[in-house]
């Protein structure tokens, strides 16, 4: 039998805490996202031993959608077994989040923007967890169908029936991000955070996205900042036969590792050898070296990449002359 947890009377000493945007919450440099590795297809010990590693690291807030598994929905359903089994006396000093957004059941209910998939999918996803209330509940993509404020008033009053603290986007660009938070705040729920795709081979929020999030007084965190794997150290050689490239994956493809792709890899590696990191660690520190980034949402299928990311943000942040480095290399 699985020994009972206690959390390491340490934790908040593991990493920093930032805020996010103008408000008066503080994420963990380093979130755990549970898009895969913790579904119906993974065992309970495994993820249990991931789940603690991470708390145990100072990384509060967990992150989940009603999609994610696979099977979708499963992993919602398994971190609410580990939460009663694990978690529970610790459940104030956690951020849960969750989204609705993409496609979850058949008919017209089960995907989009309106209020009636919103509300089906935030019960839903309520009861799968096992809670009360998520901590952040972000709408998932834009949705063209339904109009933008019958959305974000769906999002105000989750919060104002106390089944969501703060709400958020995720992958909305600047023009939306910014529609939708004037409409949140006009409803008295100001938005927290947009969850964006963000990495030193995925810019293109930098030009607008990150301002119009910044100028709207919500944080961002960044999700693939590894770049689906390929800012770690799994592909500079090449594509390893076990890689996620080398499988039927539809996240990281063979075509997306060129050789003019892996001679960056090489040169970055370099530079974040010299500075006596993995290649994985200085990608996390260059996300997180814009203020307007809160955190870097990280997956996760090894205890020694939770380790690995948390030591990345333990260290001095990247100077001028490193930055200035990397972006030559970037830009070029």
Known sequence: MTSPYQACDQRYQQQPYRRSG??????????????????????????????????????????????????????????????????????????????AGYVMWDGPYGDGGSSKYLFASLHQSLKRTRLDYFDIFYHHRPDPNTPLEE?????????????????????YPAELASRAAALLRDLGTPCLINQLKYSMLERSIEPQTLPACSAAGMGCIAFSPLAGGLLSDRYLNGIPADSRAASA????????????????????????????????????????????????????????????????????????????????????
């Open 22 to 99: 103008q408000h008066g919450l503080h994420l963990p440099a380093i979130a755990l996202g549970l898009w895969h590795n913790f579904g119906g297809v993974n065992s309970e010990e495994s993820c249990r031993a991931l789940l603690r590693r991470a708390f145990d690291q100072g990384i509060t807030h967990f992150d989940l959608a009603n999609n994610y598994g696979p099977p979708p929905g499963s992993a919602e359903s398994m971190f609410g077994t580990l939460l009663l089994q694990d978690f529970l006396p610790y459940r104030d000093e956690l951020i849960i989040s969750s989204k």
């Open 249 to 332: 994956s539809p996240f990281l493809k063979p075509e997306q590792i060129t050789p003019e792709r892996l001679a960056l890899l090489q040169q970055l590696n370099t530079i974040a050898q010299q500075r006596g990191h993995k290649l994985s660690q200085m990608a996390l520190q260059w996300v997180l070296r814009d203020p307007a980034v809160t955190s870097a949402l990280i997956g996760a299928s090894r205890i020694s990449q939770i380790d690995d990311a948390v030591a990345a943000v333990q260290g001095p942040a990247l100077d001028a002359d490193t930055l200035a480095r990397i972006e030559q290399l970037l830009s070029a």
């Open 151 to 171: 959305t974000m008033a769906a999002l105000a009053l989750m919060v104002r029936q106390g089944k969501a603290l703060y709400v958020g986007l995720s992958n």
